[in-house]
């Protein structure tokens, strides 16, 4: 079976190098170790020795031309074998991109030369970042590593992740400068006389996280399905760390987002923290709300449970950030590995940890909802309902008793702090419900929540 | 998350009373000296004089010179009458003016208490105390500031701690009295007058426990002795740069407490040894190799980095002692180095 010989990678930012000359001519049988050719970069020469036995069948061009790494030069064959059809080494440009892939050889499978293999043990990766990648089925030389001499740490095998997931199922995030990032789906906005849905997600989620409910909702909206753009926070998601960390300035600067977006009215959806702006954003009256849905918001009481936000802040592994996203949940069971990862990418950056403490500290000083969040004073006009769960451990669904007298209340069983996820179906419903009326139709009764004035 | 989270905040309201570190030490020598006849203590000049630390005070009033015992300058001799005492059924504590001059009682130590258990056949044991005063940073030069901790705890047969604060000088002092084996404690000058809380009955610290003292997510810092307080400043100006670093303490060099190490370091990802003994095949050294053997190694999202003493004796002038030893201000660096650029 033939065995390919590839330029290997000599040194580490090495893209290309040339054979200095070849220590054995074409069609000469060669033993494993033996010196085949010299290779010499812009650093250094070496020798590179034969991995196995056969007779040499050299596919390079000729002795000094620049070949790029990772290209095949030659083969070793057993007596009487073909070569394989292969591609020429692939020369160089002058602006010789990263090692390309190797070309695809129609005969034998590939082997995994050691050749080969040395050359992805030279790339620079923690062990970490190795693990990660082989965990996740990932090739580290695709990764481009942030650390000193690039190296690949455990953020940029995050961040690939990531990107890579957006990139194949989410809706693209567009942010204008120094504007607050949107995801958009459901129907077209060329029709700006269609009201938007808006969502607003809670404290150390994002916009992603809506992903589960749009769909729904989207379902159940089919061609008649409005906009709906989700943002993402300052310090949450795509949004930047920086500015003032402050319930005020989330309020700013989702106005503004939605403002620069042309966005003079919207249907609110708000969760926890963001069920609270909702309402913010309501009241203020720059956004016309058509109407406000918000789930498990915060702004009603004075308790919730910080030492659950503070332990998911504090989180550095799924094990220790397991406890306290379980108690969000009714179902432990939904705090599974996925959201668990999505969660501690989400806030491991050091400046987007900080910029949270200090939200957090803002809007949850002392284990307390801050005066500055509560917004039950004011007259929402439009039709508004709270969705919450029974069984939330977060923020105690009591408080909606305290939102003003407008507002419709639906409370779900075997259902906690995230209603949007844990009752998805019973949300979407909720908000498709809140939609028709808003346009102008008499609500019906949603069959799977239970109604209070 | 199983390792021990504690400040030496002690459960009863009363360990709220603080003395000194050199306080705790005479607390838990007179403890011993009261309960236990087999107890008695030899050095130089910690009779009458009371140490050269203040450690030993007025035992030697309250026991009789029959058990607090002024030794002649002659530390091979101290430690031969310590190791034989031992072996016959005592339970000597030593002290060594300065662990500097251990060096003259390494055949006692080493080839003499260290072994005879093992060359006895387990027929005997050799229950001995050593009290090491060591460290830089007092001014007394090359041949007084050593921290030769390492040296120690390369032998088998002997346990090596180093006490951090005055309840575990007390408790880890009367745990070693306990033990049955040889064990070598060093106290680091500087700490002698620094205070904390301590309970006042006897109560144990065990050996080969470390202890996390600050815990953080971002980065394990495993320090010894006078480092650990150090490390715990330095963490302290991290967190003003929103890096949580968790402070190891490692209390005993041998037997090491690899699985809280290990377990501290899978959660962090990442780890700086901090010690004052030669960086050198320092206890440091230790650890990261520990680390690296361990399944914590995958878990590493950067280089393994150590801060210890510099390659030469310790310098007299002050600027060169200072810059001989870790400082806060180094292990900060070194921790955001880490942290922020993976380095």
């Known amino acids: ?453 | 998350m199983n390792a021990i989270v504690s400040l030496d905040a002690a459960p009863e309201a009363a360990a709220r009373r603080e003395i000194s570190y050199a306080d705790a030490i005479y607390e838990a020598l007179r403890s011993a000296l009261e309960t236990d006849p087999r107890v008695f203590l030899l050095g130089e000049d910690i009779g009458v004089y009371g140490g050269a630390f203040q450690v030993t005070r007025d035992l030697v009033h309250l026991f009789g010179e029959d058990r607090v015992i002024d030794t002649p300058i002659a530390e091979l001799g101290a430690a031969g009458v310590a190791v034989g005492a031992a072996l016959a059924g005592s339970r000597p504590v030593l002290e060594f003016q300065f662990s500097d001059f251990a060096t003259l009682a390494m055949e006692q130590i080493v080839n003499q208490a260290a072994k005879l258990r093992y060359m006895l056949g387990g027929n005997a044991s050799v229950p001995l105390v050593i009290r090491m005063p060591a460290g830089a940073g007092t001014g007394a030069a090359a041949q007084h500031s050593q921290s030769l901790e390492a040296w120690f705890a390369h032998v088998p047969g002997l346990k090596v701690v180093q006490p951090a604060t005055p309840h575990d000088a007390k408790g880890l002092l009367l745990a070693a009295i306990d033990d049955p084996d040889p064990v070598v404690i060093f106290e680091h000058k500087l700490l002698y007058k620094m205070a904390g809380p301590v309970p006042s009955e006897a109560y144990r610290v065990p050996i080969g426990k470390a202890v996390i003292r600050r815990p953080g997510r971002d980065l394990t810092i495993v320090a010894t002795g006078l480092m650990v307080h150090r490390a715990l400043e330095a963490a302290e100006r991290l967190a003003g740069r929103g890096h949580e670093a968790e402070v190891i303490d490692l209390r005993s060099l041998r037997p090491l407490d690899t699985a809280t190490l290990i377990d501290s370091v899978t959660r962090t990802t990442r780890l700086l040894c901090v010690h004052e003994s030669v960086k050198m095949l320092g206890i440091g050294a230790e650890i990261s190799a520990a680390i690296a053997e361990s399944a914590a190694f995958d878990r590493l999202d950067a280089p393994i980095r150590r801060l210890g003493g510099a390659d030469c004796p310790i310098p007299y002038a002050p600027g060169l002692e200072r810059a001989a030893v870790p400082q806060v201000e180094d292990i900060e660096a070194a921790a955001a180095r880490l942290i922020e650029r993976g380095e």
């Not at chain 1, 938007?196 to 150390?204: C, I, M, Q």
């Not at chain 1, 009215?265 to 203020?284: E, F, K, N, Q, T």
């Not at chain 1, 379980?326 to 989400?346: H, Q, S, V």
């Not at chain 1, 007259?379 to 408080?399: F, N």
């Open chain 1, 1 to 453: 079976m033939a065995v390919e010989i590839i330029l290997p990678r000599v040194d580490m930012d090495m893209q290309a190098g040339r054979i200095a000359r070849w220590l054995v001519q074409e069609g000469e049988a060669v033993t494993p170790g033996a010196p085949l050719f010299e290779i010499e970069t812009s650093k250094a020469a070496m020798e590179i020795e034969a991995t196995a036995g056969g007779i040499l069948h050299i596919v390079a061009g000729p002795e000094g031309g620049e070949i790029a790494v990772g290209s095949v030069v030659a083969y070793l064959l057993a007596p009487g074998e073909a070569a394989p059809a292969a591609a020429p080494a692939a020369s160089a440009g002058p602006d010789s991109a990263p090692a390309p892939v190797p070309p695809a050889a129609p005969l034998p499978a590939p082997i995994s030369a050691p050749v080969a293999a040395d050359d992805a043990a030279l790339l620079r990766a923690t062990p970490l970042a190795r693990r990660l990648a082989r965990s996740e089925g990932m090739d580290l030389a695709a990764i481009a590593g942030s650390g000193p001499r690039g190296r690949i740490t455990r953020l940029d095998v995050a961040r690939h992740t990531r990107d890579a997931a957006s990139r194949a199922a989410r809706p693209a995030a567009t942010a204008r400068a120094g504007l607050l990032p949107v995801r958009r789906a459901g129907g077209r906005d060329g029709g700006r006389d269609v009201t938007p849905v808006v969502f607003l997600h809670g404290f150390a989620s994002e916009a992603l996280a809506w992903n589960g409910l749009i769909a729904a909702l989207a379902q159940r909206a089919g061609a008649a399905c409005p906009p709906l753009l989700a943002l993402d926070l300052p310090g949450h998601g795509a949004a930047p760390d920086s500015g003032e960390a402050s319930f005020e300035a989330l309020a700013e600067a989702a106005i503004a987002g939605l403002r620069a977006e042309g966005i003079g009215a919207a249907h609110l959806v708000g969760h926890s923290l963001g069920g609270a702006l909702a309402a913010r954003i309501a009241l203020d009256g720059r956004i016309d709300a058509a109407s406000l849905v918000l789930l498990a918001p915060a702004g009603l009481g004075a308790e919730i449970d910080t030492a659950a936000l503070d332990g998911i802040l504090r989180a550095r592994a799924p094990d220790s950030l397991r406890p306290w996203m379980e108690r969000l949940f009714a179902d432990p069971a939904r705090a599974d590995a996925a959201l668990l990862r999505a969660t501690l990418e989400g806030g491991e950056a050091p400046e987007r940890c900080d910029f949270r403490r200090r939200l957090a500290a803002a809007c949850f000083p002392d284990g307390t909802q801050s005066a500055r969040l509560r917004w039950q004073g004011g007259a929402i006009a439009t039709p508004a309902r709270i969705v919450w769960g029974r069984q939330d451990r977060i923020i105690p669904w009591r408080h909606a008793l305290a939102a003003p007298g407008r507002f419709a209340l639906h409370l779900l069983d075997d259902c906690g702090h995230m209603p949007q996820i844990e009752a998805t179906g019973a949300v979407a419903d909720i908000l498709a419900e809140t939609l028709r009326g808003a346009q102008g139709r008499l609500p019906s009764h949603p069959d799977r929540a239970e109604v209070a004035c």
